[in-house]
């Protein structure tokens, strides 16, 4: 018999039943999150070896990395963005369909790293709203998965209405993004 992970209760046996329409999606999007890669720097080589056989980020149903924004949902920020870089990085966001989620991978990305210099973004939540820090300088591969098992449980218990509340808008307006 084929096991399936975190399956919903009562998806094994006689009979049937019921769910959430809200439970059944985010089982979905949590397992099928497409990565746009957007390495500038070490931390990408990190990337890499997360994609590679050992660490094997497929195993989350991730293995499809996007280099095109319309087809990606999850942003991963490795580097070191400078502030030149920082509305090219606006854009990508910009051009992803909803629902999307970002990861700031390393120390460069979640705060400008060992560069406090007039050139380097501080952190790229200065452009963008951001789901998850990783730490690191870089992370390890590990770390790097356990930012992508966060953002599942955030894809997994999010409401199908989150992206259409007050909220949702009013963060995305305190950046200046429709
Ligand atoms: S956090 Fe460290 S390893 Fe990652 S891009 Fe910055 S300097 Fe390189």
């Not at 502030?83 to 854009?91: L, S, W, Y």
């Not at 770390?143 to 894809?155: D, S």
Request: glycine fraction near 8%; aromatic fraction near 8%.
């Amino acid at each position: 018999m084929v096991k399936v992970s975190e399956a919903p209760e009562g998806l094994d046996g006689q009979g049937f039943f019921a769910t959430q329409l809200d439970k059944v999606v985010g089982l979905a999007r949590a397992n099928s999150l497409w990565p746009l890669p957007f390495a500038t720097s070490c931390c990408g080589i990190e990337f890499m070896a997360t994609m590679g056989s050992h660490y094997d980020l497929a195993r989350f149903g991730s293995e499809r990395p996007s280099f095109s924004p319309r087809q990606a949902d999850l942003l991963m920020v490795m580097g070191t963005i400078a502030k030149k870089m920082g509305p090219i990085v606006k854009q990508v966001y910009e051009q992803m369909a909803e629902p999307k989620w970002v990861i700031a991978v390393g120390a460069c990305a979640s705060s400008g790293g060992i560069f406090d210099t007039y050139s380097v973004l501080q952190g790229i939540d200065r452009v963008i709203p951001v789901d998850v820090y990783v730490p690191g300088c870089p992370p390890r591969p590990e770390q790097i998965l356990e930012g992508v098992m966060k953002i599942q449980e955030l894809a997994q218990n999010e409401s199908t209405r989150r992206r259409n509340s007050d909220e949702y808008q009013a963060l995305l307006n305190s950046y200046n993004i429709e």
